[in-house]
């Protein structure tokens, strides 16, 4: 599977590509970039981890964007919420200190409400 990496802005600025076993890597020469559907944004967006997880809760009818890690993708997500006019952050956490230190990072960055979630699962 292949995944486009978009900075603030929305410009492609690489891909991730994984494989059936779940191995990850970039196409060479990839910088990191955030997860974002090709689909008009909504008042609230759900921060996840990653692409699957995007995947996943846009399945599920919600508007999604993808962090490349736990901590990753803050200027980039900035610019992003900025842009897209996104007014509520639902920052979907993993239950341990990383992911909820990268998600109480973010809320504290971007200056809209916004909650952090954990889910009783690791990913959406």
């Known amino acids: 599977m ?4 978009r ?26 970039g955030i997860f974002l559907p090709y689909i008009e944004a909504k008042k ?26 736990c901590s990753g993708g803050v200027f980039d997500l900035k610019e992003t919420v900025r842009r897209l006019g996104i ?4 920052v979907v956490s993993d239950n341990d200190k990383p992911g909820l230190d990268g998600a109480d990072s973010l809320a504290r ?3 809209i409400p916004t ?3 954990t889910l009783p699962c690791k990913d959406m």
């Open 7 to 32: 900075d603030g802005s929305g410009e492609i600025v690489g891909i991730r590509l994984r494989n059936e076993q779940g191995k990850k890597w970039a196409i060479t020469g990839s910088k990191t």
């Open 87 to 90: 007014k509520e952050m639902v």
């Open 109 to 111: 960055i971007i200056p």
């Open 44 to 69: 609230r967006a759900y921060i996840v981890e990653g692409p699957t997880d995007t995947a996943a809760a846009l399945t599920i009818g919600l508007y999604a964007i993808g962090r490349p890690s």
């Open 2 to 5: 292949a995944f486009p990496m």
């Open 115 to 117: 909650c952090i979630m």
